[in-house]
């Protein structure tokens, strides 16, 4: 069965600390990873989508990682800001599943003065 | 501000009624989506338009009723609906392939009493 696991579900830091957020999938045949942050009654935005090929990909202070060979991900958050609290999901997508996605959890990250 | 519009952004009503849900995007993406999502899960997708035409239809009960008038506008026009119908409906958009990723509007939410 296809799934997509994250962890912690949640999380509490010191705003300037550094965290990282894990994602495992077993989905097959493996085409895109993606993550996306989603504050409270918005809609989620895109971060970053990695393929098969790809094993690190940063936007500003978010850098993801991706080991397809044991269908690992995380995602890393450098020097956190009060805007960073947020839930932050790990989609995935299957080769051949046209517009399917399979959506994790997510992890509710909050930052503390 | 997303680049992707939806209105109304609160939307209450009953059960006997119906009312339309619109969204418009002008990014020239030929994808657009409808997603629902409840409290603390992740979303699920219900419908997706391809090049104007109905995609996928995630077994969706009849009382939703998606349109996508033209390359730039989706609607979802609701009648009967339920009091568990109520969450945050979320319109998003693509180019295609459909391993692109999603630009999500901020959602209606929608209360049905």
């Known amino acids: 069965k296809n799934q997509v696991e994250q962890s912690p579900q949640s999380l509490i830091i010191l705003e300037g600390k550094n965290c990282t957020l894990q994602c495992n999938y077993t989905v097959s045949p493996f085409s895109n990873l993606r993550w996306y942050k989603q504050d409270t009654g918005r809609g989620p935005v895109s971060l970053t989508i990695m393929t098969f090929s790809e094993n690190t990909k940063s936007n500003g202070r978010y850098t993801a990682t991706l080991d397809a060979d044991t269908k690992q991900s995380s995602l890393h958050i450098t020097a956190s800001q009060l805007s960073d609290s947020a839930s932050y999901i790990c989609v995935v997508s299957a080769r051949g599943s046209n517009y399917q996605l399979i959506w994790g959890a997510g992890t509710k990250l909050i930052i503390k003065p | 501000d997303t680049e992707v519009t939806q209105t109304p952004k609160h939307l209450v009503m009953g059960m006997t009624n119906k009312k339309s849900l619109k969204c418009e995007q002008h990014?020239?993406?030929?994808?657009m989506y409808w997603y629902k999502q409840k409290a603390k899960k992740p979303p699920e997708l219900m419908f997706v338009?391809?090049?104007?035409?109905?995609?996928i239809n995630e077994s969706v009960p009849s009382r939703f009723s998606p349109e996508c008038p033209n390359s730039s506008l989706l609607n979802l026009h609701l009648h009967a609906l339920q009091p568990e119908d109520s969450a945050l409906y979320l319109c998003a958009s693509s180019q295609l392939p459909a391993n692109s990723p999603l630009h999500f509007g901020n959602g209606t939410r929608l209360t049905v009493t």
């Open positions: 338009y391809s090049y104007e035409k109905l995609s």
């Open positions: 990014m020239g993406h030929r994808a």
